[in-house]
């Protein structure tokens, strides 16, 4: 059983930075897409980000030249580099490769 392993995760004040990253406990050669979604307080899920295998980059409009994400294929790891972060950034930011996730990781931002 694959198992992600995220780490990064904090608390900042708003302006701030974090990098997240998640890593695969065994290599995932068939993957096509990984991703970080996250889930605000008493909200769904929702998309922060996607790479493909060949690396073409998808954000939600709302993180859009404040997000960067960024892959290693050969090691199975997936990094997400977050700049000028909001207070309405705060929320559980989950790593996802093809059908497997990650344990979730706390981000929150202060005002």
């Known amino acids: 059983q694959v198992q992600l392993v995220e780490s990064g995760g904090g608390a900042v004040q708003a302006g701030g930075s974090l990098r997240l990253s998640c890593a695969a406990s065994?290599?995932?050669?068939?993957?096509?897409?990984m991703g970080w979604y996250r889930q605000p307080p008493g909200k769904q899920r929702e998309l922060v980000a996607t790479?493909?295998?060949?690396?073409?980059?998808n954000y939600v409009d709302s993180v859009k030249g404040r997000f960067t994400i960024s892959k290693d294929g050969a090691k199975s790891m997936v990094t997400l580099q977050m700049n000028s972060l909001k207070p309405e950034d705060t929320a559980v930011y989950y790593c996802?490769?093809?059908?497997?996730w990650g344990q979730g990781t706390q981000v929150t931002v202060s005002s």
């Open positions: 790479i493909t295998n060949s690396g073409n980059t």
């Open positions: 996802n490769m093809g059908p497997f």
């Open positions: 065994s290599r995932i050669f068939w993957l096509v897409d």
